[in-house]
């Protein structure tokens, strides 16, 4: 099993000492499920793997912005890479320190900025040479300084999926590298902005260090190039995008142990602190999320598993074609006979499912599955879609579990919507 914390205890999946049979019998299904231990665990290996260096992690809060989660990183000393003025919300809530939180992204409002100047951020990675006069601007209105990092493009190909791949030249992030120093020369014409350095991240769930070593390079040739034009380069924010196991028949991602290797082989003697924006790295093991059979139905020559849990629960596998592993939560008999079944769920979507053609012990109606590896970009994208109630959220660690977010109502669903006054029920 890719995760370190689920494991057949008695009868039943355990993450760490606490029954996921149990939990279903007392909050009911579908819901997430965290480890703290393997939170912990994930934070402390990238931790030590960077030890060598001066630097700090930010929790990319896009990847799982619960508050219980961010916390869980803040109290061992992270800060938060975040992308909205509600992420920074979310991070000051949870016990990061603002000078900690590192703010990315391509389009930041101005009211978004000012809230972040006024917080007293670590830094705004910066996009566009208009975002640079907004936070100019805003700085000096509230008489304060902005750091900010030139987010560059360095034109690599992370090969990883279509969609979560980030650094090439026809991406709309970053700016690419022949803009990037007239773009420094008017930091340092600007009032109230600071140049600390530049930022990069070329893609999420990448499964070989060669596309971080490539861009890695152009990254420190372009600190010397700046250096040398008489420009101080104090700061590198080298993104995430470390791959995890989610296949645990596929190939292995790069060691966390490699990687800093890698950033220590290139960084090393730059004289520079590195931040890094692991996300999906931190958490994506640590959570499984939890559902029930509905029925079984054959046709056609497939045997269906109609789950309640939904793709408004867990997008990745219709937005991404992502797979991910599916137990049983009965411990399956080793010799036992075994079906392919298709794990969808209820949404009227043809997208709608969670695995096609998985081998699992006969599934009978009111059986619990696991889907597994589901901490990173489940709930955080989860919907109301079909007018679903989002779904329960617990978290364990040891014997203990807590339930950090119950699950909606459906008065939920409707509790902020107004009907307009001309609007009329006919008799």
């Given at each position: 099993m890719p995760g370190n914390s689920l494991r057949y205890r008695h009868q039943h999946l355990h993450l760490e000492d606490v029954s996921l049979y149990d939990l279903a019998q007392q909050y009911g299904t579908p819901f997430y499920v965290y480890s703290t231990a393997e939170l912990r665990r994930t934070y402390q290996a990238m931790e030590d793997a960077l030890s060598a260096l001066p630097h700090l992690i930010c929790f990319a809060v896009k990847a799982n912005s619960h508050s219980a989660v961010i916390r869980s990183f803040a109290e061992l000393g992270a800060g938060a890479d975040v992308v909205s003025e509600g992420e920074i919300r979310r991070a000051i809530h949870a016990g990061v320190a603002p000078e900690k939180i590192v703010y990315s992204g391509v389009g930041k409002k101005p009211t978004e900025i000012r809230y972040a100047l006024a917080q007293g951020i670590l830094q705004f990675n910066v996009e566009a040479e208009r975002e640079i006069e907004m936070i100019s601007q805003s700085a000096s209105e509230l008489g304060l300084q902005a750091n900010v990092a030139l987010r560059v493009n360095p034109d690599v190909n992370a090969e990883t999926h279509e969609k979560i791949t980030t650094g090439r030249y026809e991406d709309k992030f970053g700016i690419h590298l022949p803009e990037v120093m007239p773009l420094v020369e008017k930091i340092h014409r600007l009032p109230n902005i600071t140049f600390t350095g530049y930022s990069m991240h070329i893609?999420?769930?990448?499964?070989?260090?060669?596309?971080?070593?490539?861009?890695?390079?152009?990254?420190?040739?372009?600190?010397?190039?700046?250096?040398?034009?008489?420009?101080?380069?104090?700061?590198?924010?080298?993104?995430?995008?470390?791959?995890?196991?989610y296949n645990p028949t596929g190939s292995l991602p790069p060691t966390i142990e490699s990687y800093g290797d890698l950033v220590?082989?290139?960084?090393?003697?730059?004289?520079?602190?590195?931040?890094?924006?692991?996300?999906?790295?931190?958490?994506?093991?640590?959570?499984?999320?939890?559902?029930?059979?509905?029925?079984?139905?054959?046709?056609?020559?497939?045997?269906?598993?109609?789950?309640?849990?939904?793709?408004?629960?867990?997008?990745?596998?219709?937005?991404?074609?992502?797979?991910?592993?599916?137990?049983?939560?009965?411990?399956?008999?080793?010799?036992?006979?075994?079906?392919?079944?298709?794990?969808?769920?209820?949404?009227?979507?043809?997208?709608?499912?969670?695995?096609?053609?998985?081998?699992?012990?006969?599934?009978?109606?009111?059986?619990?599955?696991?889907?597994?590896?589901?901490?990173?970009?489940?709930?955080?994208?989860?919907?109301?879609?079909?007018?679903?109630?989002?779904?329960?959220?617990?978290?364990?660690?040891?014997?203990?579990?807590?339930?950090?977010?119950?699950?909606?109502?459906?008065?939920?669903?409707?509790?902020?919507?107004?009907?307009?006054?001309?609007?009329?029920?006919?008799?």
């Open positions: 893609g999420s769930q990448l499964t070989s260090l060669e596309p971080f070593r490539e861009a890695f390079v152009r990254l420190r040739q372009l600190t010397q190039d700046t250096r040398k034009q008489g420009f101080a380069v104090t700061r590198l924010d080298l993104g995430g995008g470390l791959g995890v196991v220590y082989e290139i960084f090393a003697d730059l004289d520079v602190h590195l931040v890094f924006e692991p996300g999906r790295s931190l958490v994506a093991n640590a959570g499984v999320l939890v559902t029930e059979v509905i029925l079984i139905k054959q046709s056609g020559g497939y045997t269906y598993a109609v789950v309640d849990a939904a793709m408004n629960d867990l997008m990745r596998v219709a937005l991404y074609d992502a797979y991910h592993d599916i137990l049983p939560v009965q411990r399956p008999r080793s010799k036992g006979e075994r079906h392919h079944y298709d794990i969808v769920g209820p949404v009227c979507e043809s997208s709608d499912v969670f695995g096609r053609a998985r081998i699992l012990p006969p599934l009978s109606e009111g059986d619990l599955l696991v889907i597994d590896t589901a901490g990173a970009y489940g709930s955080s994208m989860s919907s109301q879609y079909n007018s679903r109630p989002l779904v329960a959220e617990v978290m364990v660690s040891g014997n203990d579990a807590s339930l950090i977010r119950p699950r909606s109502s459906y008065e939920d669903l409707f509790a902020l919507e107004s009907i307009p006054e001309w609007l009329r029920v006919i008799a």
